[in-house]
């Protein structure tokens, strides 16, 4: 007789190769034809919100690592509070708006002739659609859960309209003015940037030290009769043409030496301090100091300009630095913030001889229309001509650059829309409003409560074509500006009617009342505003145009979610106007992530062909391998992947996945609802395995709650790998094979492994979420059973099941099972036996382990997988364990060394236990009852 026809063996349609990029857009599809994400809503109606804001990406071009590890976290964070008992909505958004898309339609238009502005914006739009729909896809195959058909998108009516509405109320708060002052400006793309539009790259600039002449020498110098100079240091040559004073320090001390230059006797002024470097670079060796005076007492006076007929006046500024340069700093107020400011409170002019083009006006003289970098060889030729120019050097320095073209920026003053922070003290009030946050990690409130309280004024307005319009008119006689919040909101209401492009299609008096005139000249001349507003103001009203205005959604947000560098982003715009506004943060937790790196530690970049893509890990090993390398990250810091990352990956989840095959291979024929057996009924180490069980969920759970998935992760690896395949699944393979199917003690084990795989099922649901739904379809389930395991409520501890005392009993267990196997070792490495059944082990017990022992004998043959246990009484204090080849017959049909084998004439090669199983197997074979 075939005795293998008699043995239990495992059955699954589930495969132990994943085949995941196959299988999975399969699941995908069967999410979308049964609509689970609409099904999760209608069984969390009713139920506390959760809300996780998304921040809109830009919808110019396909996703890369970085949205991929954004939006897997955000998913997981959404699936554990949606199957913890939440109603957590996810409302996707897009970024549709700015000069990214602008910029990159504009590459492909170079060719193009008669480019309108109106040509520019429906070439952007259908750019921006055209990506929407392409990432969409690409967000979906991750298996991120969404309302991906009603996402928000920053071009709709609706969502401009309420970005004028924004802007409208912070008018009406009295926050908005139109300055002068300097801004971050791109020559490249001919616009203002914000401070978070800028990135800082290594940039060569020169390195000079120029004379200034003293022509106002007042008091504190009239005993100096040979030319007086004052030293100042610049990496902007160029930037010498705007120059209007000279600050110093009012607590330094500066010194004033005297030398000879080319045979004539002169005097320098420097800060003391910087005085050895400075003769060192400029290769003074003779000289003397004549004078030393704090930087307060030259206050007032002035020097001449090196090259061009007008003063500069020496001021003073707490900012000046003695780590470089003079200690004298040349101040252009047109051309720096710091500069600015000292220009306002000196009243100095505001020169910016610069166009939108970054190239020299005719205010700049000789040097009109040179770019100004190129200008910098000119403008030190000139000043070495006139023996102004002490030294010259380049240097390679971290400098500003247009986040969009990569060029370096410059700073410029023009004329640009504001958002004060000072009235009504905007900026203390966010600084307190930051403390309500709960910041994940913790570092994240100090560095956006740093960037905040050095921030200057919020520029909100760019000199694009593709965006919101600021809804201002001006008078075209008298240049006078009409900021009325009356009229900005009867221009939302249009635009929320019509379309954004009524703007640019219409004239000042579609939106105006009939007759309106200017209030300063009483002109009927009244045009629009043309520049647009700041994409960040834009996507920082998300919590007004998307959170407040749909019905499932709720104000603030629960959380936000992003990359570090949103901190002076969307995470700041959307609290700045959440605070003008209504003074309250637009979110009650911020969680932010690193950046993606190589596996060198190297930023991911298509020039240096580190790049590996989303679609490409998609494509080759699945998505549920790049939801595992993300759930396995401490993402709170910038984090690396590279080929090696993902095979670690794909070992890991053959693991997990192994694991779970084994289970659903021995619970076939296995009916929860009618099978199982009750918790007093089950062998002490299937209790054991349920009480680990019930530490699994809470340390999971635990995990999920702070955030940390990394730990989910290595607690899954831990009792898949280790509890479960290495311990566990080999103690109970014999009862599942080959004790009888009815059997109490084969039923057991199938009521322990359903129950851990229903639980193991859940918890991988956020993270492993197609394999879990592939799990979920091949499990046999109750009359309860979910249409997917998404609709499924989150385990919950059953205090029933732990057993604090059988888990430290087992502990023991487990210790003294690693001392036995270390010796079957030791008799299987010589030779001795090939398989643990083979063995006989003879334990003396000691005094501390015998009641221990006694109380698990029955189940210690099982404990150790071998044939035969037998313990003996000792009054030492010390264990003693012997291992042996055991004597005796083996059973064909469990391997088993049974003293019984050969008993049974009919069956001599089978053990007792074994007989009685194909007896009762025979006979329900021939029709028994």
């Not at 084990?749 to 979420?769: D, E, F, G, R, Y």
Request: one cysteine or more.
């Amino acid at each position: 007789m075939d005795y293998r026809d008699t043995l239990n063996l495992p059955k699954t349609d589930f495969k132990m190769k994943a085949n995941l990029p196959n299988k999975e857009p399969e699941i995908e599809k069967y999410w979308e034809d049964s609509n689970i994400y609409q099904k999760i809503r209608d069984i969390s109606k009713g139920r506390t919100k959760y809300i996780l804001h998304d921040g809109p990406p830009y919808a110019n071009g396909d996703i890369h690592m970085g949205h991929a590890l954004n939006k897997i976290l955000k998913d997981i964070i959404v699936k554990y509070k949606s199957m913890s008992g939440y109603d957590t909505p996810y409302i996707p958004g897009w970024d549709c708006h700015g000069l990214p898309i602008e910029y990159k339609v504009m590459q492909d238009l170079t060719k193009e002739r008669d480019l309108t502005p109106e040509k520019i914006r429906q070439k952007c739009k259908d750019y921006a659609h055209k990506y929407i729909n392409i990432q969409r896809k690409q967000f979906k195959r991750l298996g991120i859960l969404g309302d991906w058909q009603k996402p928000y998108l920053t071009l709709d009516n609706d969502y401009c309209a309420m970005v004028i509405e924004v802007f409208g109320k912070i008018v009406e708060e009295g926050y908005v003015y139109k300055g002068i002052k300097p801004v971050y400006w791109c020559s490249d793309c001919k616009t203002a940037l914000a401070e978070a539009e800028v990135e800082y790259r290594e940039k060569n600039s020169p390195s000079i030290f120029v004379r200034f002449p003293m022509q106002n020498k007042g008091e504190v110098f009239k005993n100096i009769t040979q030319p007086l100079y004052v030293i100042i240091w610049t990496t902007t040559p160029w930037t010498l043409l705007a120059n209007v004073a000279i600050a110093l320090h009012p607590e330094y001390s500066y010194v004033t030496i005297l030398m000879t230059k080319n045979g004539h006797k002169c005097a320098y002024i420097l800060a003391e301090e910087r005085l050895p470097e400075i003769l060192n670079t400029l290769r003074i060796d003779d000289y003397k100091i004549i004078q030393r005076n704090k930087g307060k007492d030259l206050e007032g006076l002035s020097c001449v300009h090196p090259f061009i007929e007008r003063e500069s006046k020496l001021v003073l500024a707490n900012y000046v630095t003695l780590e470089e340069g003079s200690g004298c700093v040349h101040t252009a107020p047109g051309h720096g913030l710091e500069d600015y400011e000292t220009g306002v409170k000196y009243q100095l002019p505001i020169i910016s001889p610069v166009d939108d083009e970054g190239k020299f006006t005719s205010e700049a003289f000789e040097f009109k229309g040179l770019g100004v970098f190129k200008a910098n060889k000119e403008i030190c030729q000139k000043l070495k001509d006139l023996e102004h120019l002490l030294h010259y050097n380049t240097i390679t320095h971290s400098y500003p650059h247009c986040w969009r073209c990569k060029n370096p920026v410059i700073f410029r003053a023009t004329k640009q829309w504001f958002i004060s922070m000072e009235i009504k003290k905007l900026k203390e009030r966010v600084l307190k409003a930051t403390e309500q946050v709960n910041w994940i990690p913790e570092w994240g409130k100090n560095r956006f409560y740093g960037m905040v309280e050095n921030r200057g004024e919020w520029c909100i307005s760019r000199q694009r074509s593709w965006g919101v319009p600021i809804p201002v008119f001006y008078c075209k006689d008298c240049q006078n500006y009409i900021l009325s919040a009356e009229k900005i909101y009867k221009v939302r209401d249009i635009v929320n009617e019509e379309g954004i492009e009524v703007w640019f299609e219409k004239d000042a008096y579609y939106f105006l009342p009939k007759g309106e005139k200017c209030s300063d000249c009483g002109s009927t001349n009244i045009d629009k505003e043309n520049d647009i507003i700041d994409v960040w103001f834009e996507s920082g009203v998300s919590h007004e145009a998307v959170l407040r205005k749909r019905d499932n959604l709720s104000w603030p947000a629960d959380m936000y979610l992003e990359g570090s560098d949103q901190h002076r982003g969307w995470f700041q715009s959307s609290m700045l106007t959440a605070i003008s506004t209504c003074n309250v943060p637009p979110y009650k937790a911020v969680l932010t992530h690193g950046f993606m790196l190589d596996s060198s530690g190297k930023a991911m970049s298509k020039s240096l062909g580190n790049v590996i893509s989303p679609q490409e890990i998609t494509s080759t090993y699945g998505a549920d391998i790049l939801r595992l390398w993300v759930c396995s990250l401490d993402y709170r810091g910038d984090v690396s992947l590279g080929k090696e990352n993902l095979e670690r990956m794909v070992e890991a989840y053959r693991k997990i996945r192994n694991t779970c095959r084994f289970i659903l291979g021995n619970i076939y024929d296995f009916n929860p609802d009618m099978d199982s057996v009750s918790y007093n009924k089950l062998l002490s180490i299937d209790r054991w395995i349920l009480s680990k069980l019930q530490v699994l969920i809470e340390k999971t759970t635990s995990s999920f709650k702070d955030f940390e998935f990394y730990n989910f992760y290595h607690l899954l690896n831990n009792f898949c790998v280790v509890t479960l395949s290495s311990f566990y699944f080999d103690i109970i393979k014999d009862r599942l094979y080959t004790y009888s199917k009815e059997s109490m003690e084969r039923r057991a084990a199938q009521t322990c492994i359903h129950k851990i795989l229903i639980v193991l099922v859940k918890l991988m649901a956020p993270i492993l979420s197609f394999t879990s739904e592939e799990i979920w379809k091949c499990l046999l389930y109750s009359k309860a059973k979910k249409e997917s395991v998404h609709l499924t409520s989150w385990p919950k501890i059953q205090e029933e099941y732990k057993d604090t005392k059988i888990e430290e009993e087992y502990e023991n267990l487990l210790l003294l099972r690693e001392e036995v196997l270390k010796k079957i070792e030791e008799i299987r490495a010589k030779g001795i036996i090939g398989h643990s059944l083979e063995v006989s082990v003879h334990i003396n017990l000691s005094l501390s382990n015998k009641e221990l022992l006694k109380k698990y004998e029955k189940e210690l043959e099982a404990l150790f997988i071998v044939s035969k246990v037998q313990l003996y009484d000792s009054l030492k204090e010390e264990i003693g364990i012997k291992v042996e080849k055991i004597k005796g017959n083996k059973c064909e049909r469990c391997w088993n060394y049974k003293e019984s084998v050969g008993d049974n004439k009919e069956m001599p090669n089978l053990c007792k236990r074994c007989i009685d199983v194909v007896k009762e197997f025979t006979f329900l074979k021939k029709g028994g009852i």
